[in-house]
């Protein structure tokens, strides 16, 4: 069965760093393209950071490129989002999720919330 | 980039009714060499991350209800549930993946009963 698990999100200050981890299971990890997809509180999905199955190319939404990287410990299973100099506009659920084939996405974690405050 | 413009924002439909989504791309997401349309479906309930419905703008996932369906090319596709159920009250989102990645999603319809 495929799983995907997230931790690491919590409140933070805006411009303070937060790093999400994502444990996979059920799959062979090293395989698949990874995303973090975010939701704000109560608004659409936004594809925010995409990996290759090597980890040699990454993606990014344009409003955090420079500020959020994403990364890959395959040996780890593990999928991470670090980011930095957060914004209120940061807050959201983050999920880390799994691409099929050219890109639609079949198994999603059950999300990690991140909220952006003073 | 590719925008995503699902209308309409919310739809209320009575129970057994058809209720009917629609999404179009600011540009094609038909990939001419394989004749795909690069377009899927995603339904998400309150608290729940969202669920696949359908892929290759018409292909339902396995375990999906033969209720709901895709169609469309090119720029403009739908989504069609055929008989409105209970549990269907959810929001919908469709998603393209023919560009490079990040891939964009509509904002989404909100689907309630009448």
């Known amino acids: 069965e495929v799983q995907l698990v997230e931790s690491g999100g919590g409140l933070v200050q805006p411009g303070e760093s937060l790093r999400l981890s994502c444990v996979a299971s059920g799959f062979t990890f090293s395989s698949y393209w990874m995303s973090w997809v975010r939701q704000a509180p109560g608004k659409g999905l936004v594809s925010v950071a995409d990996?290759?199955?090597?980890?040699?190319?990454?993606f990014y939404v344009d409003s955090v490129k420079g500020r959020f990287t994403i990364s890959r410990d395959n040996a780890k299973n593990s999928l991470y989002l670090q980011m930095n100099s957060l914004r209120a506009e940061d807050t959201a659920v983050f999920y880390c999720v799994r691409w099929e084939n050219n890109g639609w996405l079949r198994y999603w974690g059950q999300g990690t919330l991140v909220t952006v405050s003073s | 980039d590719i925008v995503m413009t699902q209308s309409p924002d919310s739809l209320a439909v009575s129970l057994g009714e058809r209720a009917t989504i629609n999404c179009k791309s600011s540009q094609s997401v038909l990939y001419s060499s394989n004749n795909k349309n690069y377009l899927a479906w995603y339904q998400q309930k309150p608290g729940q991350p969202p669920k696949l419905l359908i892929y290759w703008a018409s292909t339902r996932e396995s375990g999906v209800p033969d209720r709901f369906s895709g169609s469309g090319s090119g720029t403009d596709f739908t989504l069609t549930i055929s008989s409105l159920q209970a549990e269907d009250v959810a929001v919908y989102y469709c998603q393209q993946y023919y560009s490079n990645a990040p891939h964009s999603f509509g904002q989404g319809t909100k689907l309630e009963v009448k």
């Open positions: 990996i290759m199955p090597d980890g040699s190319e990454k």
